[in-house]
Nanobody, 117 residues
């Protein structure tokens, strides 16, 4: 059973960096994604890995600033965030998509990221 848990959120100044971690992956065939929800807004997907070919797709809002990575041996997924802006503030969620599904069937509880001076 995949039980995801994020960590690494916090308060950072504009232009700063954070690295979010997501633990709890198993050997089940899943691909990770990261989502975020800003105050008063709907949850948006910011990065996903495509089952077909493994392409990594970033939302335009984070492209060039955020990087997803995986440590398969240690069953960890990371989201490196650089050049943070106040509009990046929100709750960040990692999620897992099992093979053959169109949706994400595993979710973490979220970690708060606040970008403010």
């Amino acid at each position: 059973q995949v039980q995801l848990k994020e960590s690494g959120g916090g308060l950072v100044q504009p232009g700063g960096s954070l690295r979010l971690s997501c633990a709890g992956w198993t050997t089940s065939p899943t691909v990770p994604g990261w989502f975020r929800q800003a105050p008063g807004k709907e949850r948006e997907q910011i990065v996903r890995i495509d089952w077909n070919g493994g392409a990594i797709i970033y939302a335009d809002s984070v492209k060039g600033r955020f990087t997803i990575s995986r440590d398969i041996a240690n069953r960890m997924v990371y989201l490196q965030m650089t050049g943070l802006k106040p509009e990046d503030t929100g709750v960040y969620y990692c999620a897992g998509q099992s093979f053959g599904r169109d949706d994400y069937d595993y979710w973490g509880q979220g970690t708060q990221v606040t970008v403010s001076s």
